[in-house]
């Protein structure tokens, strides 16, 4: 047993007379930094650039409008989630496990594990095809090396310094603000199709929608969050699950909202900055057939010219050295919390052999699709259906858990924040029916 976990003493009291820092005080930059950033910016992957450029390329600016509808919606299931970590020190499975039947977490987990491991396949086949454009060389030794460097790298880096990576990891996003503005837009269409909505009745349009939600809310974004908000009070002695020390909340639920914020910002305008690069170039030269973000990034150098190809290509690599960690560590997280198993990559190897054993087998499998005939791109566009359909249950019964005072406690979720993520739910929901009814017409 670690000294973290073998801490028994009490936690600290609150000063006397003090409830924690004042909810308006400003928080700094380095400290608003956290699991919500790394978790926004994770969802804009390799594959989640080919679904962006997919729907750039075949419906132009008029899908835009989904970015902004999404954004607050993002930003309260991502806050939930983050909260459930901090409430309980528990993530979304070990909640799940205590209040609800073994059998429905088993089959949301297996669900999550399967959209993973194919996102974690496609993931690495767009990294490998965008070495291979930027330098040459075999894309499968490519995708080999990546998978098991991100491996090595969660196993054996300090916890601290991988924390550190991902942050950095981050920044490699700005290369597609980089290909924006590198390229000639016709912005009063692109404020229009970003400002007013558009639905075309058809069975393509609202696969395509299930796919964009799927990308943009992610069951695995969730589990994530979560895990990570527990990870840090579990690590961090000042910090205690908030069902003990009621005083943090003012200042953890500050620090979460603006975390979650600037992190789903972050990865909607980036997200908002490849439709419009894909819709200004590829679209508007009626090439509307991308299946990749490769073939995104070669399209666009006879468009575009070859430097906004170049910085796209190579955002690729930097966002799946961020992605695809985020995906294998989330599906570890989750099975090990519905097992009871230690969990954490904090610990050490030898005291989470389960733990690691998941995260190690998600990372080789989605390895493996790309020796299989399987095409994992082409099953990466109904692994985000599948991601969609897979987040209705799972952002259902996380709304009933969180509102429950069983679970939550005195900060059980309420208020506008609750509202929200109903709409979130419902959203979600609604897309999906879309697709089918369509699909059935």
């Given at each position: 047993m670690t000294a973290v976990e073998s801490r028994t003493a009490p936690p600290p009291s609150p000063p006397?007379?003090?409830?924690g820092p004042a909810p308006?005080?400003?928080l700094?930059?380095?400290?608003?930094?956290?699991?919500?950033?790394?978790?926004?910016?994770?969802?804009?992957?390799?594959?989640?650039?080919?679904?962006?450029?997919?729907?750039g390329a075949q419906l132009g600016f008029s899908v835009s409008w989904t970015m902004v509808l999404t954004f607050p919606l993002m930003v309260a299931i991502q806050e939930i989630s983050a909260r459930v970590g901090r409430t309980t020190g528990t993530g979304i499975a070990g909640n799940i496990r205590k209040h609800y039947p073994a059998w429905?977490?088993?089959?949301?987990?297996?669900?999550?594990?399967?959209?993973?491991?194919?996102?974690?396949g496609a993931d690495l086949a767009a990294m490998g095809d965008a070495l291979k454009l930027l330098i040459g060389g075999p894309t499968l030794l490519y995708v080999i090396l990546f998978g098991i460097g991100c491996v090595l790298a969660q196993i054996l880096l300090d916890y601290e310094r991988y924390a550190r990576f991902l942050k950095w990891?981050?920044?490699?996003?700005?290369?597609?603000?980089?290909?924006?503005?590198?390229?000639k837009v016709p912005w009063g269409e692109a404020v229009r199709g970003l400002l007013i909505p558009t639905i075309t009745w058809s069975a393509d349009y609202f696969t395509t929608?299930?796919?964009?939600a799927g990308t943009t809310i992610s069951p695995y974004l969730f589990f994530w969050q979560a895990a990570q908000e527990a990870e840090e009070v579990r690590i961090k002695p000042e910090r205690q699950?908030?069902?003990?020390?009621h005083w943090q909340a003012p200042s953890a639920f500050a620090r979460i909202r603006a975390d979650t914020a600037v992190g789903m910002g972050f990865s909607n305008l980036i997200a908002v900055a490849i439709i419009m690069t894909t819709a200004a170039t590829l679209h508007a030269h009626g090439v509307t057939s991308i299946e990749t973000s490769g073939q995104a990034a070669e399209a666009l150098r006879p468009i575009a010219g070859s430097f906004a190809s170049f910085i796209f290509t190579a955002g690729i690599v930097g966002t799946g050295l961020l992605a695809v960690p985020v995906l294998a560590g989330s599906a570890a997280y989750a099975i090990s919390d519905t097992a009871g198993w230690p969990v954490g990559l904090t610990r050490e190897p030898r005291d989470a052999v389960a733990f690691y054993s998941v995260l190690t087998v998600a990372a080789l499998v989605g390895i493996g699709i790309n020796f299989t005939p399987i095409n994992p791109i082409s099953a990466l566009y109904w692994s985000a259906v599948v991601n969609g359909v897979a987040a209705v249950p799972i952002m259902i019964l996380l709304m009933l858990m969180t509102s429950r005072r069983t679970v939550m406690g005195d900060f059980n979720i309420g208020g506008g924040l609750k509202i929200t993520g109903w709409l979130a739910t419902i959203a979600m929901l609604g897309s999906v029916v879309g697709m089918v009814v369509t699909a059935l017409i």
């Amino acid at each position: 047993m670690t000294a973290v976990e073998s801490r028994t003493a009490p936690p600290p009291s609150p000063p006397s007379g003090a409830a924690g820092p004042a909810p308006g005080k400003k928080l700094r930059i380095l400290k608003i930094i956290g699991p919500g950033v790394i978790t926004g910016a994770s969802d804009d992957d390799p594959s989640g650039i080919g679904t962006y450029s997919q729907a750039g390329a075949q419906l132009g600016f008029s899908v835009s409008w989904t970015m902004v509808l999404t954004f607050p919606l993002m930003v309260a299931i991502q806050e939930i989630s983050a909260r459930v970590g901090r409430t309980t020190g528990t993530g979304i499975a070990g909640n799940i496990r205590k209040h609800y039947p073994a059998w429905l977490l088993q089959v949301l987990v297996a669900m999550l594990f399967g959209a993973n491991v194919i996102n974690i396949g496609a993931d690495l086949a767009a990294m490998g095809d965008a070495l291979k454009l930027l330098i040459g060389g075999p894309t499968l030794l490519y995708v080999i090396l990546f998978g098991i460097g991100c491996v090595l790298a969660q196993i054996l880096l300090d916890y601290e310094r991988y924390a550190r990576f991902l942050k950095w990891s981050c920044l490699s996003l700005f290369a597609y603000v980089a290909a924006l503005a590198a390229i000639k837009v016709p912005w009063g269409e692109a404020v229009r199709g970003l400002l007013i909505p558009t639905i075309t009745w058809s069975a393509d349009y609202f696969t395509t929608l299930v796919a964009i939600a799927g990308t943009t809310i992610s069951p695995y974004l969730f589990f994530w969050q979560a895990a990570q908000e527990a990870e840090e009070v579990r690590i961090k002695p000042e910090r205690q699950p908030l069902l003990r020390v009621h005083w943090q909340a003012p200042s953890a639920f500050a620090r979460i909202r603006a975390d979650t914020a600037v992190g789903m910002g972050f990865s909607n305008l980036i997200a908002v900055a490849i439709i419009m690069t894909t819709a200004a170039t590829l679209h508007a030269h009626g090439v509307t057939s991308i299946e990749t973000s490769g073939q995104a990034a070669e399209a666009l150098r006879p468009i575009a010219g070859s430097f906004a190809s170049f910085i796209f290509t190579a955002g690729i690599v930097g966002t799946g050295l961020l992605a695809v960690p985020v995906l294998a560590g989330s599906a570890a997280y989750a099975i090990s919390d519905t097992a009871g198993w230690p969990v954490g990559l904090t610990r050490e190897p030898r005291d989470a052999v389960a733990f690691y054993s998941v995260l190690t087998v998600a990372a080789l499998v989605g390895i493996g699709i790309n020796f299989t005939p399987i095409n994992p791109i082409s099953a990466l566009y109904w692994s985000a259906v599948v991601n969609g359909v897979a987040a209705v249950p799972i952002m259902i019964l996380l709304m009933l858990m969180t509102s429950r005072r069983t679970v939550m406690g005195d900060f059980n979720i309420g208020g506008g924040l609750k509202i929200t993520g109903w709409l979130a739910t419902i959203a979600m929901l609604g897309s999906v029916v879309g697709m089918v009814v369509t699909a059935l017409i």
